[in-house]
């Protein structure tokens, strides 16, 4: 079973400053899923991600398939960016069948 | 493009009872996942539907069970509920479980148990 670490568990900032959450994985993986989850549960797909960088809007992921490492950066945050963050991993049978990070709490002071 | 919509929104049910959740995929997506969030424990998978079959399960006892309809919606079924049931259960849709095409969830049901 694949292990997903997250870090930081809890992050507060600044309107404006530049974020970064990052995310290690202990087994080999097809692709990696960044989601976004608002208070009340709601949960948005972020990126899915296999190499290199993605990019939308203010939120840019990477991935480090040789290290096992993914970063989710967020330039000029504003507070409707608080949320949690949550990574995942396909975990065998299905690009899918995820095991998730425990999420890195977000809150965007203004 | 309506997006994935999950009922009942809330759902207070007593321990031993039974409880059905329902979930309507994007329209075109053919794949349906189902993950349970309870307190404490995070995110979970739970299960994975594809054209009517049961694909994969998560680890969670065969009280937890589900099918998946000619028209790709969905039904997640929890027999003798169990305090420890109480959760948000998310269901998301895909058009396909390999590539690269983008998870979208609904807005889960929150299941209390009593």
């Known amino acids: 079973k694949n292990e997903v670490e997250q870090s930081p568990q809890n992050l507060t900032a600044q309107e404006g400053e530049f974020i970064t959450i990052n995310c290690s994985y202990s087994v080999g993986i097809s692709a990696l899923h960044w989601l976004q989850q608002h208070p009340g549960g709601g949960i948005v797909s972020l990126f899915m991600?296999?190499?290199g960088k993605k990019k939308h809007g203010r939120l840019i992921a990477t991935i480090n398939i040789q290290e096992k490492h993914s970063s989710l950066h967020i330039t000029a945050s504003h507070p409707r960016d608080s949320a949690v963050y949550i990574c995942a991993v396909p975990s065998g049978g299905s690009n899918y069948k995820l095991t998730f990070g425990k999420g890195t709490l977000l809150t965007v002071n203004p | 493009e309506a997006g994935v919509t999950q009922s009942p929104t809330h759902l207070i049910k007593t321990r031993g009872q039974q409880a059905t959740l329902r979930c309507s995929p994007i329209s075109g997506h053919t794949s349906v996942y189902w993950y349970q969030q309870a307190l404490g424990l995070g995110l979970q998978f739970l299960l994975w539907?594809?054209?009517?079959?049961?694909?994969n399960r998560g680890n969670f006892p065969p009280r937890f069970s589900g099918r998946q309809f000619p028209n790709y919606s969905s039904e997640l079924n929890v027999n003798a509920l169990e305090l420890e049931d109480s959760a948000l259960y998310l269901c998301?849709?895909?058009?396909?479980?390999?590539?690269?095409?983008?998870?979208?969830f609904g807005n889960g049901t929150r299941l209390t148990v009593t």
């Open positions: 539907y594809d054209e009517g079959e049961e694909r």
């Open positions: 998301a849709s895909s058009l396909g479980d390999r590539g690269s095409s983008p998870l979208h």
């Open positions: 991600l296999s190499s």
